[in-house]
């Protein structure tokens, strides 16, 4: 994340204002009892009747003032505080889309969610209603000790006394809670894990009608989530009605000792009214005091976690960056220099901590990508892999020109999937290259070498958006145009009652905007045959015709209600729809049967001009293959043309007698 | 990209919102007694509250301005006795409202979870996890403060707000008017607000969930975009999903934010005029000057609880929603439920009949969907056909009782199953074949009961399914599906799932059967290696070794096989089926492939087309017949010799 100060600067004038209304708020509210003393000592003590009708109107004056003030200073800090917090956000995504995929592996969904809805947060409210209590207690304070001393030094020894002693117990008090609250969020975790673990999984936990099991289980949880949030409760009950009590005995106290004060003489009964005044106004930032350093503590804490999430570099980048990236984390250990690099960098724009030379290269890489094309000829020159220790590859080497069709067999965990993610640059080879078109993907731009491949992966993942959306992702270019044609043809006759209610009341334009997007859903022709020509070669045109509403049909989370073979389908017209000119199909026909499989096959061969990376159980799908490799444990153990192999008689050959059952 | 489905906004039903706070509060019934000593403690305190300006008053009205000292001193000392006891009696109060509300938090989430594990597949196939997860903990915190709250600032703000204003009546009605004449102004600009407010509020709400759908979405689908180089794309929908959200946000706090300054203006007013009256009118000399400092401190005191409600209803309307929610799913109906007298079935023998079975997995809603009603006449003349030349059959396999009895039961025709009858004897394998979507599946699911036939009877060991319990028949079935869900917890864990006492030797030797141990052994820590979310890290065909191991160790009578081999290499399933082979014997198994050399060990195959069974028999007799699977088995012969 970026520096505080970074956004404190950004927004330098809105926080000036909030501030400065803050702050003659709080004078405001000092002078309130000033008033009420003059009404009781100067009015109706001192029969000065003429200057009531100014003292009241010095009271509407306040009352009005705090007003304004009042919605000015809340409103321009919640307001800044969001934008803030929406620039991390936007930032913060950014940065971890560009993480790879290791990160992924390591780090949970949920995580990830957390640091960008929760911690963000958090810091956020640090931002906001959190930094402007706190600014808020420490000028009250400051004001109300100030009016005290200016009313009787003598009285004032109380909440001078009272005040550090407050400080130090929420001091005590917040350190204690921390603990607990992390326990909280910990156990709220750990209980969001067994449901969602439950739910995600429960054609399992009924298979095997585990209900009550995973019922204990979630007891279990939900009882420790309870002892927690009593642990909570109890502390927080141990010390709060301390503060309380503190404050009450201080207007008691004042009362006694400021009593005696007017008593001998050294006090008017007024003064004594307005410091009682004071000494109830004074209770409150004091109650406040735990909650408030509690907050901050979590905001700080936040900060820490997305500042984790920071220091994670992408393992893949294009060349020239990850020179710039390594530079970037040497300035960071030199606070002083980064600092003053981003206060020279700019208000306006995201200030680029990037060198000059890893800006160049970056947007080199980037038209580069954009320019250049591959033909298609791959070729992994004694490849290893290693991940964490683990090798999974060793010393893999093939030459697939253009337009030929490479074939993968090999048993489960051989290695078979970590070839496709080399190629798409997901890992990069330990030992030895990968290279596209003579050249190695290291060198290359990493939206280059991903743009010349399509894969169908194994793990089928389609969004739960609509077919047709789902496909353009893969031939993204006519999708943006075609955004572009949906916002013109807005029909408005299809918003929901809700929503148009919604947009009578607030009509903000982005709104409209996005309903456009979503209602006006009519494509170009040119886009509506991009994407019915990729579900033909897929053999998915057949059952989307049969769906309500073809391919507008929205799928679920996880492409739900859809069944294996479907979905398997839909992510091949994906794949088909990028026009990539390296195909890699992964396991992806298993969920098929062997009719539909043969369609497939049939318009797969007539793609002839496609680099084709065929991985499978199935004879059937890779013997066609101009060369075949089958893996072993992440070697090479047998390779050659289907009839080679066939001679070999070695696995291949057994796969195929096993196969055609003879 | 990707947010049509997320942005999607959840329809709720209708339910007045009295209904629902009603319901939700029952659930403090059960503290009666509790809630009575807090609210006897608010009064008490309360009035101890009330109590402190009358104090003051008396101090400054009577004592010091006599100059009485003791008189001073002993009235202090009895306030500082007073404020000790209140706030010992806050403390208990804090106590006893803490462990209600989080009690009730926990019976709440508890019956809810509860009742989500009864609900059937239906009810998980057309909800996103995520909203389900939301409603079990996001919504169920939600209501917290409202419980808390209701106990501890309705009912006492209320009593605060009315004590107030009669001991300022009793004092002198014509201050206590004075200070109160902006009351009405204040609900009218507070009403205004208020309902501008939560609309923005709930627009807010919506834009945060879209936004959590699209982050959790986006994360779970990286390798896609990341391969896709949607990344650009992704961040622009994001980028303008988050403008929303902010924009929302500020919308919602441009009302509720004036909701403070409203209540402080209309404070102001109120103490003017109190002093204006009190000084103008009343005339300073009837009105005592302590009168008026205390009157200073009531009409704060009338403001603070007048602010809380506001603000507790404002939370009240928010946080119902997430109580509606919750009660939403609480009265889903579960669709698969114990009948009355129900048996336990200590053991099966595995003898499974389908009688006439029609079934659709829409009927319940009558919904129609896309599926295909021209199929329907083809599929019964089809049937009839095949059923006219069946003298091959060992075990009566009737096909299609005939048209009239379809429309002679008087109920709509079912479009995934159609009058389905068929028996298999304990102990024999039955391999179902045929085309994506024929039903196959269904066919497993119904055994399993994971949904309700809609016609005709569905036999275990000749007892219909609906007179057994569904824990007892499914602790007897070992079912694999096409989706193998592994839990996060370690190898060994996962295997155990199968059969809760399982010993450790029972899950090496299930996961030997099944020829997983060898790579389990190899992982980091063998079988206590930890699973990672959704088994990341392992291999397709791993996860699917590992969900194998965990239905073998379960010992089931009926196994069922939905696809379990898809992702295993032909090597590894060979030895897999070599591994159950000996497992196998004597229970019954229905095997689901679509590569055939997998069923080859089948004793009878079932061809599955167009919502019935289109023909059956050994391999060798369909060979022989050259009918649907000779076809299947010649197409995938010649394909695979090229």
Redo the contacts between chains.
């Keep these: 994340m970026k520096k505080v100060s970074y956004y404190l600067k950004k927004y330098w004038y809105c926080y000036l204002l909030a501030g400065a209304a803050l702050v003659i708020y709080e004078a405001l509210d000092m002078v309130s009892p000033q008033v ?1 003393k003059m ?2 000592d100067d ?3 001192g ?1 000065q ?1 003429d200057k ?1 009708s100014f ?2 109107l010095l ?2 004056v ?3 003032g ?3 003030l ?2 000015i200073r ?2 321009t800090f ?2 800044t505080s ?2 803030i ?2 620039d991390i ?2 930032h913060l ?2 940065h ?3 993480l790879s ?1 290791n990160f ?3 780090t ?2 949920g995580e ?2 957390a640091r ?2 929760d911690d963000v947060d958090h810091v956020q409210a640090a931002f906001g209603f959190i930094g402007m209590l706190i600014i808020q207690v420490v000028v009250h304070t400051s004001l109300i000790l100030y009016c005290m001393f200016n009313i009787s030094w003598k009285l004032s020894m109380f909440p001078i006394v009272a005040m550090p002693l407050c400080a130090i117990l929420a001091i005590i008090m917040e350190r204690k809670l921390d603990k607990v609250y992390e326990e909280i969020s910990e156990e ?1 975790a750990s ?3 067994v ?21 204990g289980k ?2 279990k949880h ?2 420790h ?2 002892d927690l ?2 642990k909570q ?2 502390l ?2 141990k010390y ?3 503060f ?2 503190i404050g ?2 201080l ?3 004042s ?2 000792f400021g ?2 004060l ?2 001998n003489g050294e006090l008017t ?1 007024g003064e ?2 307005a410091f ?2 004071y000494t ?1 106004n004074a209770i409150w930032p004091m109650e406040m005091l735990g909650w408030l350093s509690n907050e901050l503590a979590s905001a700080f804490a936040s900060k820490k976690k997305i500042d984790k999430i920071y220091s994670e570099k992408p393992m893949i980048c294009d060349k020239g960056l990850s020179a710039a990236a390594e530079s970037d984390m040497k300035t960071e250990s030199g606070n002083e220099t980064e600092s003053n690099m981003k206060t020279e960098t700019g208000n306006e724009t995201e200030p680029n901590i990037k060198t000059e030379i890893g800006n160049e290269t970056e947007s080199d890489m980037k038209t580069k990508a954009r320019n250049d094309r591959i033909a298609g000829a791959v070729s992994f020159e004694h490849v290893s892999l290693s991940i964490d220790d ?1 090798e999974i590859l060793k010393d893999i080497s093939f030459d697939l020109p253009a337009g030929k069709t490479l074939g993968i ?6 290695g078979k ?1 970590s070839i496709v993610n080399m190629l ?1 640059r ?1 890992y990069d080879a330990t030992e030895g290259s990968v290279k596209l078109d003579g050249k190695d993907v290291r060198e290359l731009p990493v ?1 280059l070498v ?2 010349s ?3 169908v ?3 089928v ?1 389609l ?4 077919i047709s ?2 496909i ?3 031939g ?1 270019k006519t ?2 145009e075609s955004t572009k044609i949906k916002k013109k043809e807005f029909k408005p006759g299809k918003l929901s009652k ?1 929503e148009k209610k ?1 947009l009578k ?2 009509n ?1 334009d ?2 409209t905007e ?1 309903l456009l997007v ?1 209602n006006g859903a009519k494509s170009s022709d040119e886009d509506r045959e991009m994407i019915q020509s990729a579900l033909e070669a897929a053999c998915a045109a057949d ?1 989307i015709g ?3 509403e073809k391919t507008e049909t ?5 492409g ?2 859809l ?4 979905k398997q389908r839909i992510s091949m017209a ?1 794949a088909f729809a ?1 026009k990539a000119p390296i195909l890699v199909l992964d ?1 992806s026909t ?9 369609a497939v ?1 049939k318009n797969l061969n007539e793609m002839g001009d496609l680099t084709k990376i065929i991985i499978a ?4 799908s890779v ?2 293959a101009d060369e075949i490799i089958v893996l072993d444990e992440g070697r090479v153990l047998e390779r050659g043309t ?1 009839e080679e192999l066939m001679a070999l008689k070695g ?1 291949y050959y ?3 007698e ?4 003879a | 990209m990707a947010r049509n489905a997320t942005k999607q906004d959840e329809n709720t039903r209708e339910v007045k919102k009295t209904v629902t706070l009603i319901r939700l509060f029952g659930y403090l019934l059960t503290y009666k007694l509790k809630i009575l000593a807090v609210l006897l403690i608010m009064v008490i305190t309360t009035a101890i509250t009330i109590y402190n300006p009358l104090l003051i008053e008396r101090a400054i009205n009577v004592h010091i301005k006599a100059g009485d000292t003791k008189s001073l001193i002993s009235l202090c000392v009895l306030g500082v006795i007073l404020n000790i006891i209140m706030v010992m009696l806050i403390k208990l109060r804090m106590y006893i409202m803490a462990t209600i509300s989080n009690e009730v938090l926990v019976t709440i989430r508890q019956e809810l979870y509860e009742h989500i594990q009864k609900l059937g597949f239906k009810f998980f196939d057309n909800r996103p996890t995520g909203k389900i997860l939301a409603r079990i903990m996001g919504d169920v915190n939600s209501l917290k403060d409202v419980l808390t709250n209701s106990v501890t600032t309705l009912i006492p703000d209320a009593i605060t707000i009315i004590t107030v204003v009669i001991v300022m009546m009793l004092k002198d009605w014509r201050l206590g008017l004075a200070a109160l004449w902006s009351l009405p102004v204040m609900i009218l600009g507070i009403m205004w607000d208020q309902s501008r407010a939560h609309a923005g509020w709930q627009l807010f709400r919506k834009k945060n969930s879209n936004l959590n759908a699209f982050i959790h979405e986006d994360v779970a689908g990286i390798r896609v975009i990341q391969s896709f180089g949607a990344e650009e794309e992704t961040q622009e929908t994001f980028d303008e999903l988050v403008e929303e959200h902010n924009g929302s946000f500020i919308k919602a706090c441009m009302y509720s934010d004036l909701f403070g300054p409203i209540i402080d203006i209309c404070w102001a007013a109120g103490l003017i005029a109190m002093y204006y009256v009190g000084i103008r009118i009343v005339g300073a000399e009837s009105v005592a000057v302590g009168t008026l400092v205390a009157f200073g401190t009531y009409i704060g005191m009338f403001w603070q609880p007048v602010m809380n409600l506001s603000n507790y209803y404002n939370q009240m309307v928010t946080n119902v929603a997430g109580a509606e929610r919750i009660f939403e799913i609480m009265d889903a109906e579960p669709e698969i439920v114990d009948k009355d007298g129900a048996e336990d079935l200590m053991s099966i023998r595995g003898e499974v009949e389908f009688d006439n079975v029609s079934f659709d997995y829409d009927d319940a809603d009558d919904k129609t969907d896309g599926r295909d009603d021209a199929g329907e006449l083809d599929s019964q003349t089809k049937a009839n056909e095949a059923s006219s030349d069946n003298s091959a059959r060992k075990n009566t396999v009737a096909l299609n009782r005939g048209v009239q009895s379809v429309y002679g039961n008087g109920r709509t025709m079912c479009k995934v199953l159609n009058n389905v009858s068929f028996k298999v004897a304990a102990g024999e394998t039955i391999a179902l074949v045929g085309p994506t979507g024929a039903g196959k599946t269904t066919v497993v699911n119904l055994i399993a009961r994971f949904y309700d036939i809609c016609a005709g009877r569905l036999l275990i060991d000749g007892k219909d399914i609906r007179d057994i319990t569904v824990d007892s028949l499914r602790s007897k079935m070992g079912i694999m599906t096409q989706d193998n869900f592994l839990f996060t917890g370690t190898v060994r864990d996962n295997i155990r799932y199968g059969r809760l006492d399982a010993t450790d030797e029972e899950i090496e030797a299930a996961a030997k059967a099944v020829s997983a141990h060898e790579f389990i052994t190899k992982l980091e820590n063998g079988y206590d290696t930890e699973i990672k979310e959704r088994g990341a890290g392992l291999s397709a065909g791993q996860r699917q070794l590992i969900a194998f191991a965990r239905t073998m160790v379960s010992n089931p009578s009926i196994l069922i096989l939905d696809e379990a081999t898809s992702s295993i290499d032909t090597h590894t399933e060979q030895l897999v089926q070599q591994g159950i082979e000996s497992l196998l014997k004597g229970r019954t198994s229905f095997v689901i492939a679509h590569r055939l050399s997998t069923i080859r060990n089948a004793d009878r195959i079932f061809v599955v087309d167009k919502g019935g069974i289109v023909e059956s028999g050994s391999p060798a007799e369909l060979m022989a017949k050259k009918g649907e699977y000779y076809k299947l088995y010649m197409a995938q012969k010649r394909e695979e010799e090229f």
């Excluded at chain 1, 673990?197 to 054609?203: F, I, K, M, Q, S």
């Design positions: 009420t009404i009781i009015v109706i003590m029969g009747l009531l003292a009241l009271l509407l306040i009352g009005v705090r007003v304004f009042g919605y809340e409103f919640d307001k969001f934008r917090a929406s956000r936007k995504f950014a971890i889309q560009s995929v992924f592996d390591k949970n969904t990830i969610m960008l809805k709220n209980m969001n894990t449901a969602e673990e439950n739910l995600a999984g429960v054609r399992t936990v009924k298979a095997f009608a585990r209900e009550k099991f995973e019922i979630f007891l939900n009882r989530y309870y949030n009593m409760s109890k927080w009950i709060n009605p301390i309380q009590l009450r005995l207007t008691v106290l009362l006694l009593g005696i007017v008593i009964l004594l009214g009682t005044e109830m683990k067999m090999g048993a489960t965990g051989s999937t798409l997901f939206a991903r743009k491949t399509a894969a992966m194994q793990d993942f969004f739960s958006d609509t959306e789902n353009r992702l893969g993204k999708g943006a809700e919604m009341t607030y903000p982005d709104e996005r979503r059952f049969k769906l309500e929205v799928i679920g989370e996880r739900v209600g069944s294996g073979g479907q994906r990028k396991d298993s969920a098929l049967d062997m009719e539909t499989e043969k096959q159980h199935r004879i059937s013997q066609r289907h696995y057994r796969t195929y096993l196969q055609m059952g």
